[in-house]
């Protein structure tokens, strides 16, 4: 008791003090840390987010010390800072974090920041529609085709016998409606454009599942018939001129077809199921690749005789309704469903997955490709940008689209329709440069003639109007895949 009074009076008057030793730390972990940037694509000019996280076997960080090394002298002490890089370039950001201790550490890491955007500059010159009436959205995957004399020829109607193509002639400041062509039912697919400038679509009608529309008059040709109808298979057409579509299931119709550009059946494989996607054909016109959208995987098919080109089947497996199949210019073919966006290759008589990425709600669009080589497509959660060589997701910028096939110009901007009635136009960096505003309801997938006119289809109240975008100094792309179809004419068919 006595020594315990003893120890309270030498607190009380200061005498006590406690040391610390050297080894008092000596249990105390090294910190450690790493940090990433968001956007990963900085922009000159346009503030990041910097943000770090202790590694797993870090001890207690108790200081964060950030040196951007940009020339400004810089720095910050926030574990997670915004900043904006003044200039474009590359620099060294280095993250010092420190312990309780005093030990510290230092992750260093590259920045690449990027130069503005040039300033885009585009004008919706003209909106125009026929008058047909729509119950419901005109399938997003709808995208204008346009012929060698400037023709616009495009889709109205989605559900009820009245959906229409319709022949638009582009008269500068203005349009007129050339012809409309009564197809008798519901259309959910774009026309395309054969050699001979005519054009083929797939209908829902079981007696008319594909029809060859004469294109300076607009009179039905011929059309075919496979006991069930079509839903977003655009007709791919091969440099012979014959054409290449899947169908939906209905009985053991579901499947693939070919016809010659008179009319006549090639082949037909059927009782496997659904085949809702439009399909593309390789360089040589060799191979059609299909999506059977019942199991969610990838069909090669000799286009000679229809025959099965790979062993089996390769995908994912996650099945979809999909939109439209699209290809780089090693032959890799990309596809989407629910959950995946997917990069196949073609081994022979073989084929494998290049790669997976998870991104939900992928089958809302279609994969097109950039400038620099990097993949866009819609999803649930927006657009988004994919490295070529893994699949690994660049950016996403948020959007609600159904469906639309984006489009990519020159500078490397990315046009893509919206659910509530826009079309976005979005920098290779994941920034909106532009909205124009087209309607009430989906807008579809746009295109981009070599002047850089954009022509996209959307949904006003209960039409659809066809609009015509100027951009000044641009074009589409000039890379393998910039638009849905390929090309103008949609045709599918690498080159």
């Known amino acids: 008791m006595k020594n315990i009074k003893l120890l309270f009076l030498l607190f009380s008057v200061g005498i006590v003090t ?12 090294p910190p450690r840390a790493d940090f990433n940037i968001t956007p990963e694509l900085p922009v000159e000019g346009v503030e990041v987010l910097l943000y770090a996280d202790p590694s797993s076997e870090s001890g207690q960080i108790v200081s964060w010390h950030w040196e951007f090394n940009d020339g400004t002298g810089a720095t910050a002490t926030k574990r997670n800072p915004y900043y904006t890089f003044p200039a474009a370039g590359e620099f060294e950001v280095a993250l010092t974090v420190t312990n309780a201790a005093g030990e510290i550490h230092t992750v260093t890491k590259t920045v690449t920041v990027a130069a503005p955007p040039k300033e885009f500059i585009g004008e919706l010159v003209w909106s125009i529609t026929n008058g047909t009436t729509v119950s419901n959205i005109n399938e997003g995957s709808n995208a204008p085709a346009i012929g060698d004399d400037g023709t616009i020829y495009y889709i109205e109607g989605n559900a009820a016998a009245q ?5 638009v002639t582009d008269n500068g400041d203005n349009a007129s409606v050339k012809w409309a ?11 395309s454009i054969g050699h001979d400038g005519n054009l083929y679509i797939n209908t829902w009608a079981a007696n008319r599942t594909i029809a060859k529309i004469e294109a300076s008059s607009g009179d039905i040709l011929w059309s075919g018939s496979v006991g069930t109808g079509v839903s977003n298979n655009t007709p791919a057409v091969d440099d012979n001129g014959n054409v290449y579509h899947g169908s939906r299931q209905q009985g053991a119709n579901g499947g693939a077809y070919s016809w010659t550009p008179d009319g006549e059946k090639r082949w037909e494989i059927t009782g496997v199921g659904a085949f809702y996607a439009a399909p593309v054909i390789n360089k040589d016109g060799t191979t059609a690749y299909f999506l059977n959208t019942s199991e969610g995987r990838i069909w090669a098919v000799n286009t000679e005789d229809g025959s099965q ?9 996650s099945g979809t309704h999909g939109s439209s199949l699209s290809m780089d210019a090693d032959g890799t073919v990309y596809y989407t469903t629910n959950a995946h966006i997917v990069a196949i290759e073609d081994n022979g008589s073989t084929g494998a997955i290049k790669w997976a990425a998870e991104v939900t709600g992928a089958a809302q669009s279609g994969v097109v490709v950039g400038e620099n080589g990097d993949l866009y497509s819609g999803s649930s959660g927006g657009l988004v940008s994919l490295n070529p060589d893994n699949g690994e997701v660049n950016w996403t910028y948020n959007l609600q689209t159904i469906e639309s096939v984006p489009a990519v110009d020159t500078d490397g901007n990315v046009y893509i329709g919206t659910a509530d009635g826009k ?15 087209l309607g009430t309801g989906a807008v579809n997938s746009p295109v981009i003639t070599e002047d850089g006119t954009v022509y996209v289809e959307g949904r006003d109240e209960s039409h659809i109007k066809l609009h015509k975008i100027a951009v000044e100094e641009s074009g589409p792309a000039n890379s393998y895949w910039p638009m849905k179809g390929k090309n103008l004419k949609n045709t599918a068919k690498a080159d």
């Not at 080109?309 to 497996?317: F, L």
């Not at 079309?423 to 505003?437: K, N, P, S, W, Y």
């Open 18 to 29: 406690w040391a610390c030793s050297e080894d008092e730390f000596a249990d105390v972990n």
């Open 163 to 167: 959906s229409t193509m319709v022949a």
């Open 181 to 191: 062509t009564v197809l008798g039912n519901q259309v959910s697919n774009a026309p």
């Open 309 to 317: 080109k790979w062993e089996s089947p390769v995908g994912p497996g």
């Open 423 to 437: 079309l976005a136009v979005i920098t290779a960096q994941g920034l909106l440069a532009r909205e124009f505003q």
